[in-house]
């Protein structure tokens, strides 16, 4: 007897050592042209709920006004049971966010983005009675500005799918919100269509279930557009490559037939079935996230380890206690309790000349930083030596390699390998068909790159 309580105790054990599996299952609601697709939010709502599954809907703003005016109280309420996010004021109308966010500034982007899109997360407030969980971008028309207004309209949680940014296709903070994005094996979008694949996909399913399980956790990101399962071709293709046609104008998507729309309700409740039948996965909702995984504030780790790493390579660090990022270990650097904060708005340059600074005027510097770290919430591009500057990578680099006793410190160039895990084909990552054609934004993905100081992989509590 005590033998068979003892094989039991081990089997839980290794049963319980598995990671959690998260499944993120989200739909972009977003189609405000086709009736049809209204029903299809409906129905994948109630479906959901009678599975006893919560889904995310990230809702466009423009989709929840004509909700409302539709008198589709019916709909609103249903998708109201799951978690609400939100997609943009209007999505595909033209200027989508890449294109108008590309020639601008860090600052003056993100008050341009929160001028655009506070209306609309204003309307999704309303109408569904939540501030949205999270916000992903219209197709590809990502841009970094649009993180410091997110966070100032009171959304925590970045959830999308693309590939400007990513660790290890799994969650991580970046501009200071929860990011799910770029998630690599561990996206699902199967075909809604084909039932032959469906084996295909539980087998997909599974391997990256075991494969978080073994990693200690994690989460899986599926989605699909409620449009989806009525129409056979995007609703916005009405602004494909630029246009910007008169509402008179719009022409509504081609309609699948009654039976095609079951078939892909079928598919879909099978493929979720399948994912609540595996031991130890759980449905999670963009809301739910930020208590699964620890808070982006931060400990303050071992200053010696930090500067090891920081004097080498300035990205972030894993250690036993938590992950840290270059910003996070600027701040313990220059002596500070590390804050939140945004990364630098350019890229600085070093024109100081010498080979070390006098101690004393290091001192200086560092004083200054701090104070202007504080003050803006944000890093220095670069720092002052009297007259001369040195780059905020080399600032760091130098501080991190300082031995703290010579009276001179000598100066250390910086190596931003923070930088690897920013997308660099800048035509690729924007490539949408709604996007003017040929559409490229370096500038963009250079502005993301500076806020890379702020990236870290997110861990599970
Ligand atoms: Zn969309």
């Known amino acids: 007897m005590l033998r068979l309580v003892l094989a039991v105790m081990l089997a839980v054990t290794a049963l319980s ?9 989200w739909f972009d609601t977003e189609d405000y042209i086709e009736p049809a697709a209204d029903d299809a939010a409906l129905r994948i709502a109630t479906d959901l709920e009678k599975l006893g599954v919560k889904a995310t809907f990230k809702v466009v703003g423009e989709k929840a006004r004509v909700l409302e ?27 989508t966010p890449a294109l108008y966010l590309r020639g601008m500034s860090w600052l003056d982007g993100a008050a341009e983005f929160e001028r655009r899109e506070r209306p609309g997360v204003a309307d999704i ?29 009171g959304i925590p949680v970045y959830l999308d799918e693309s590939d400007h940014v990513g660790v290890n296709a799994q969650p991580f903070w970046f501009g200071g919100m929860l990011n799910v994005f770029h998630m690599g094996q561990f996206v699902i979008r199967p075909s809604l269509t084909d039932e032959s ?21 994690g989460v899986i990101s599926w989605y699909y557009h409620p449009t989806e399962f009525v129409t056979s071709a995007f609703w916005d293709l009405n602004f494909a490559k630029g246009a910007n046609p008169e509402r008179s104008d719009w022409k509504n998507p081609p309609r699948r037939t009654a039976e095609e729309s079951e078939r892909c309700y079928h598919i879909l409740r099978r493929y979720v079935e399948h994912a609540k039948s595996r031991a130890g996965a759980r449905f999670v909702t963009a809301r739910e996230l930020p208590m699964l995984y620890e808070s982006s504030s931060v400990h303050v780790g071992d200053r010696t380890a930090i500067a090891r790493h920081m004097a080498a390579r300035q990205t972030f660090l894993t250690t036993e206690a938590g ?49 202007f770290i504080r003050d803006r919430r944000r890093l220095p591009s670069e720092v002052w030596i009297g007259s001369k500057k040195l780059s905020l990578a080399d600032f760091a ?20 390998e923070m930088e690897k895990y920013i997308a660099t084909d800048a035509t690729g ?33």
Request: overall charge positive.
């Open 197 to 217: 694949q469906i084996p295909q996909t539980f087998e997909k399913f599974d391997r990256a279930a075991e494969e978080l399980e073994a990693r200690g956790g």
């Open 323 to 371: 992950t840290l990022s270059a910003a996070d270990m600027l701040q313990v650097l220059l002596g500070m309790e590390p804050a939140v904060v945004e990364g630098p708005v350019a890229r600085g340059e070093t024109t100081y000349p010498e080979q070390g600074i006098p101690r004393a005027a290091l001192q200086r510097v560092k004083i200054d930083a701090a104070d």
């Open 397 to 416: 680099a130098t501080l991190a390699a300082d031995d703290g006793a010579s009276s001179s410190v000598t100066i250390r160039k910086g190596n931003l």
């Open 429 to 461: 990552s924007f490539a949408w068909p709604i996007h003017p054609e040929g559409f490229s934004a370096p500038e963009l993905l250079e502005l993301a790159r500076l806020q890379a100081w702020t990236l870290k992989p997110a861990r599970l509590k």
């Open 69 to 95: 005016s539709r008198g589709r109280r019916d709909v609103i309420r249903a998708l109201a049971q799951h978690d609400i996010g939100y997609h943009s004021n209007y999505h595909s109308i033209q200027p």
């Open 125 to 153: 407030r309303r109408i569904f009675g939540v501030t949205p969980s999270c916000y992903g971008q219209p197709g590809s028309s990502w841009a970094p500005q649009t993180y410091r207004a997110l966070l100032r309209l």
């Open 17 to 25: 050592a598995k990671g959690p599996v998260y499944v993120m299952l």
